[in-house]
């Protein structure tokens, strides 16, 4: 049986490379390929087996996956707040605990990991994009919104090394995730871009299912060659799909390789630079420092030298110091010994009127001291008046002025005060004054039986006119009043006078104001 199985299989074997299919021709010139159907020629009496294989592939899966289902349902990361990190899984979800407005600090070792980083979040579905933030950095261990790389409000966070590398090189990501809800969220970490099925895996995968369907519906012994062939067929695509992503795999590991090595090329080369930079930075110091000691000792040689000269002058100085007192000495010394001789001449030539001075000296020197004394006291008394007397004037007339300038001063600071006040007093007053002529005004065409508010045109310089008229009438009669009280007051009456308490800002009265407002039409006619 086997025999016939290996003639069956060449005959076939035959027929595929005399076909005119363009594969077959492919397949005529790809030694690999040959050796797949020597491998399926031996593995012919095994090919009944493969639901049973498959099955048991199935519920091994099945058991396998199992218990990642539950260690993933088990994994409940609890974190709290504070400055210390947790370090987040990457082959399974992590369901994290979290408590709201608390800031959670995180870590994501990926020195050496492909680029980028994907992290899905998984929230219930009520929560909104605006009831969380996520702030992202490679750099900052405690990353916030003023210094984050990233601040992000989404399910899906992507990333991306620095200058777009395909790896990365920094040791970890690190995240703060701050919330407004109480929950169990979940984060899945993914790295690399996560490429979908090209079309011809696709048609060898729908091949393979539909060969594996048909042998397992048909069981006739006729076609089974044939569809062992077709299943080799689809066996061979699969095997050519795998062997081009291996090929695929093994370009992009090069490529990663070469530029992981260019960059360890040229971070060796920095390093290099630096270490030749260091180099020369102490070499430039110690020249530096060699150039700075021989300014230093140039600089102390040549104060050593200004120090030595000054000296040399300054004895020099002293010197001639000295020799010019020593002469004054040398002469003074003579001149006491001048002075003494005299001295001595003289006291000889005393002692002829009496042996002992105090007797000599009484009565001259009393009559003289008491002439001199009177004569200087007469003086002393004088010229202390005259100073004495000249102060005091002085400092009077000083001190009048003082207070007459203090007083005029205060006197004018006053006025000013009260003359603002009267100003203010009297803007109010005229303000007053016009409001009740107008509506005075008002007030008499509405009783004319006009229910509308009237459209009356004041004019301004008119009714200045007649306020400053009035104005001057009541100071008049306010003046009078003050001065008939001020005559009283100096007379000191014993019985009450009764008078009008006439104000300086008052109002006028429903006659004087009809009065203003028929000098007010008049004046309006005259000018009209």
Known sequence: MRH????????????????????????????????????????????????????????????????????????????????????????????????????????????????????????????????????????????????????????????????????FFDEYVYLTFYSEFDAIIGMQITFGEQYTASNGQKLVQSMINFDTFQDRRTIHPKDKILQNIELAKTRMYSKLDEMLKAKHRHTKSQETIQRSKLIQKEVRQTRLIKLLVKDQIAQFREVEKIHQKEQQLQIFIKKNWIMITTLFNFCRQIYRKLEKVRRKNKIAARAKLLVWQLHTKALIEVRRYGDNPFIRSLSKSSLVISTFTSYIQEKCFNRAEKILSQFLVDIILYQTFINKHIQLISKIKCIQRNYRKLRLVRKNFKDKFIKAFKEKIYALYQGRGSDQKPRINIEQHIITKLFEEYSSKIKHKWIDSRRAINVLSVLKKSFSVQRQDIKLYQLPDEAEMQLIIQQYYKLKKQLS
């Open 4 to 167: 016939l199985s290996m003639s069956q299989s060449q005959i076939i074997r035959s027929k595929i490379l005399a076909s005119s299919h363009p594969e077959s021709q492919f397949l005529q010139l790809d030694n690999d390929i040959l050796e797949i159907y020597d491998e399926f020629e031996k593995n012919y009496n095994t090919i009944q087996e493969i639901d049973k294989t498959n099955t048991k592939i199935e519920t091994k899966q099945k058991i396998t996956e199992q218990p990642k289902i539950i260690k993933q349902q088990k994994k409940l990361l609890k974190t709290f707040d504070g400055l210390q990190q947790s370090d987040l899984e990457i082959e399974f979800i992590n369901r994290i605990q979290i408590i709201r407005f608390r800031f959670y600090y995180f870590r994501i070792r990926i020195k050496g990991r492909q680029s980028p980083l994907q992290i899905l979040l998984n929230f219930p579905s009520k929560i909104t994009s605006t009831q969380y933030k996520l702030f992202v950095s490679t750099s900052i261990e405690f990353p916030n919104k003023f210094n984050a790389d990233q601040t992000v409000q989404s399910r899906f966070v992507k990333v991306h090394s620095k200058q777009n590398s395909k790896l």
